[in-house]
Nanobody, 134 residues
Framework: RVHLVESGGGSVQAGGSLRLSCQVS????????VAWFRQAPGKEREAVAI????????HYADSVKGRFAISEDAFENMVYLQMNSLKPEDTAMYYC???????????????????????????WGQGTQVTVFS
């Protein structure tokens, strides 16, 4: 069983930065693909960043491209999301997720793919709240 625990959320002024962390434990073959999702009140959950551990490829939602960066420390079994130039619209609960494969290129090549990949991830953390105030 894969267990994920997020940390690092908080309140920050617009333009500021936060780094979210996710501790991953359990079957290492179940987390070859890790991702960060977010869900704002009244909105659907969407992916913000995906990392395929094998080749190191990353994918970002258009709304965060150039501002957020996903990374991992495989030795420590940690996944990070560095968030810079935060905006009030980034306010949401942020979740770490993992899967043995993750979504393939056929899905990641679609417009708006970040709204279509939630079902690709069976393992989820409990979330950490990020609030950005203006």
């Amino acid at each position: 069983r894969v267990h994920l625990v997020e940390s690092g959320g908080g309140s920050v002024q617009a333009g500021g930065s936060l780094r979210l962390s996710c501790q991953v434990s359990g079957n290492p073959y179940s987390n070859a693909c890790v991702a960060w999702f977010r869900q704002a009140p009244g909105k659907e959950r969407e992916a913000v960043a995906i990392l395929h551990s094998g080749g190191g490829s990353t994918h970002y939602a258009d709304s965060v491209k150039g501002r957020f960066a996903i990374s991992e420390d495989a030795f420590e079994n940690m996944v990070y999301l560095q968030m810079n130039s935060l905006k009030p619209e980034d306010t949401a609960m942020y979740y770490c997720a993992a899967d043995s494969e993750g979504p393939g290129p056929g899905i990641l090549g679609l417009d708006g793919w970040w709204t279509q990949v939630q079902k690709s991830f069976p393992h989820w953390g409990q979330g950490t709240q990020v609030t950005v105030f203006s």
